[in-house]
């Protein structure tokens, strides 16, 4: 029986593609490239700033260094964190679900934590969730299953009592080997249906408002 879902934050409750890819593109512009539109960074998001940086960058990125093109995009990042972003749709909707059925809700991201709390304080419908979990708040992140157990464990329920929801590959890795339910949001920031099909997830939903019927 399902007492908490967990879920990764961006491409799976948040849609935060256009403020990520104003900030990759902003450091494409300082570097005199050509910017990219939405179809071509957004597959990257869930992958971190080093995917966004090789999509941005691409055979061009061996003539930087690396840790100053990092630092550039997340300074922009921090300073425009959420301009654009949102939630999904049906996403509030669903949460507001789960709370009446008494589920308790966590957030797990690879995301750091001087990102992801700034940014949760700014949307409505995610501030007040308290059991988050972010990609330093331990010495491991996603696809290890310890940041998924420590969110169970914060919320005071049993792996097997958890199902994750998340948009990448390292989600359902991390579902998995910390034997919980693993759902895949095909609504979120898959590489291509086909790809996200090959990570065999238990669930693999196109919208938020499904995962009511699976609780």
Not at 11 to 29: F, M, Q
Not at 36 to 52: D, F, Q
Not at 148 to 155: H, P, Q
Not at 180 to 204: H, Y
């Amino acid at each position: 029986m399902t007492k908490a879902v967990l879920f990764d934050l961006d491409g799976t409750l948040l849609d935060t593609s256009d403020d990520l890819g104003a900030a990759l593109n902003h450091v494409l512009e300082e570097h005199g490239l050509p910017t990219l539109p939405k179809n071509e960074y957004s597959p990257a998001i869930s992958n971190g700033v080093k995917a966004l940086l090789e999509v941005g960058f691409k055979d061009k990125l061996v003539d930087y260094d690396f840790a100053s093109l990092r630092k550039q995009v997340l300074d922009y990042y921090e300073q425009n964190i959420s301009v654009h972003s949102h939630c999904f749709d049906g996403i509030t909707d669903m949460l507001k679900s789960l709370y009446e059925q008494n589920i308790a809700v966590g957030i797990v991201t690879n995301k750091p934590e001087f990102l992801t709390f700034p940014l949760l304080a700014k949307i409505d419908a995610l501030k007040d969730i308290k059991a988050v979990v972010c990609g330093d708040t331990l010495k491991v992140a996603k696809p290890h299953p310890d940041p998924l157990l420590y969110a169970a464990e914060k919320l005071g329920v049993t792996a097997t009592q958890c199902t994750y929801v998340g948009d990448a590959q390292r989600d359902i890795e991390a579902a998995k080997a910390a034997k919980m339910r693993s759902v895949t949001a095909l609504w979120g920031f898959i590489p291509s249906l086909e790809e996200a099909l090959s990570w065999q997830a238990e669930l693999n939903l196109k919208q938020p408002k499904e995962l009511i019927s699976h609780i």
